[in-house]
């Protein structure tokens, strides 16, 4: 015998519910947003979301737009992380990484490997 199975998800309006917990009311849709830093997700039905927007455009309207945030760069390879790197290698060549090649990145697990063993330098 074979049994279907349906998934429905709902989405509530999330300031209807502040508002009132006992009373449910549909969103329409899902509007994100930045505060201060930080970066927010809200289900609202309609007449919600047009009442955030009118209350928030003429802040938009007025305001800068930034570019989005990146994730930090690694800084510039130094003479001393190429050391560290050559090192790393060498003693994970010697202890249990045979495989590894002489060029490329080395991965995290060797990398935490040797920093647990002090971060030896090469022989």
């Given at each position: 015998?074979?049994v279907?199975?349906r998934?429905?998800?709902?989405l509530?309006?999330?300031?209807?519910a502040?508002?009132?917990?006992a009373?449910e009311v549909?969103?329409?849709e899902t509007?994100?947003?930045?505060?201060?830093?930080s970066?927010?997700?809200?289900?609202?039905s309609a007449?919600?979301?047009?009442r955030?927007?009118q209350?928030?455009?003429p802040?938009?309207?007025?305001?800068?737009?930034v570019?989005s945030?990146r994730?930090?760069?690694?800084?510039?390879?130094t003479?001393a992380?190429?050391?560290?790197?050559?090192?790393?290698?060498?003693?994970?060549?010697?202890?249990?990484?045979?495989?590894?090649?002489?060029k490329?990145?080395?991965p995290?697990?060797v990398?935490?490997?040797?920093?647990?063993?002090?971060?030896?330098?090469?022989p």
């Open positions: 015998m074979n279907a199975q998934t429905e998800i709902i509530l309006d999330d300031l209807a502040a508002e009132c917990p009373r549909r969103a329409d509007i994100s947003f930045g505060y201060q830093g970066h927010f997700e809200i289900d609202l007449r919600n979301a047009r955030l927007r209350d928030i455009d802040f938009i309207a007025a305001a800068r737009r570019p945030s994730a930090p760069r690694p800084g510039p390879r003479a992380r190429r050391r560290d790197t050559a090192n790393a290698r060498a003693w994970a060549q010697k202890n249990g990484f045979p495989w590894l090649g002489e490329g990145r080395l995290d697990e990398m935490k490997a040797w920093e647990a063993a002090g971060a030896p330098a090469a």
